[in-house]
């Protein structure tokens, strides 16, 4: 099993449509998560990070679900401007060393 | 304020030829780090640095050296360059919360 899985998509939405996203990790002992948003070649940007009490931004709404090992984006009233790959991380802290692992993304297009 | 840099932003090599990537960040940050990025694979991540001096593995390692050479500056070495190594490479440094990625180099090695 992947450390860190996502459903590479494509998800085609039409505009004004709301979507979801769940990224599953294996390791219970990770500690940091966050979503990020990439678009077509170019560099990762962090949208948001991601706590069990939830995370609210606008249109865009992350969870942490422990028990069940996975974080979830909601995307609310989707714009064209919203296509992108968004890539879940996960980050685990053990002795001083930092393990980062990135989904491999899902990509949303939003059609009009 | 211009965040992350990476030079260069394209480059070819022959198998076995060496080059360095050089990354600078200006954000005052700790810690940072090179990530790979291939299809299908998603970001993996090669070495990181926590703090200026210090430098660690990441999960693909192999093929790849690195410097801290200040708080600013932190570059990736290709001592002997491969086709496997074929790839964009992302440059990042990180405050909490989250990294900043540089704008990424374009890697194809024949």
């Known amino acids: 099993r992947k450390e860190v899985e996502q459903d590479p998509g494509p998800f085609n939405v039409p505009e004004g449509a709301t979507v979801a996203f769940n990224c599953t990790y294996s390791n219970s002992a990770s500690q940091s998560f966050f979503w990020y948003r990439q678009d077509c070649r170019k560099e990762p940007k962090l949208l948001m990070s991601v706590y069990s009490s939830g995370n609210e931004d606008g249109r865009f709404t992350a969870q942490l679900n422990r028990a069940s090992q996975y974080i979830s984006l909601l995307i609310r009233d989707s714009k064209l401007s919203d296509s992108a790959t968004y890539l879940c991380v996960v980050i685990m802290n053990s002795g001083g060393y930092q393990k980062v692992t990135f989904g491999i993304g899902t990509k949303l297009q939003v059609i009009p | 304020n211009a965040g992350v840099t990476q030079t260069p932003k394209f480059q070819v090599l022959k198998t076995g030829q060496s080059m360095t990537l050089q990354c600078a960040q200006d954000m005052n940050h700790n810690s940072m780090y090179w990530y790979r990025q291939d299809p299908g694979m998603g970001l993996r991540l090669i070495y990181y640095s926590a703090s200026e001096g210090t430098t660690d593995k990441g999960e693909v390692p192999n093929g790849y050296n690195v410097s801290r050479l200040n708080k600013r500056e932190f570059s990736l070495r290709l001592e002997s360059a491969a086709p496997s190594q074929t790839s964009v490479y992302f440059c990042?440094?990180?405050?909490?919360?989250?990294?900043?990625f540089g704008p990424g180099t374009r890697l194809t090695v024949t």
């Open positions: 990042a440094s990180s405050d909490w919360p989250g990294q900043y």
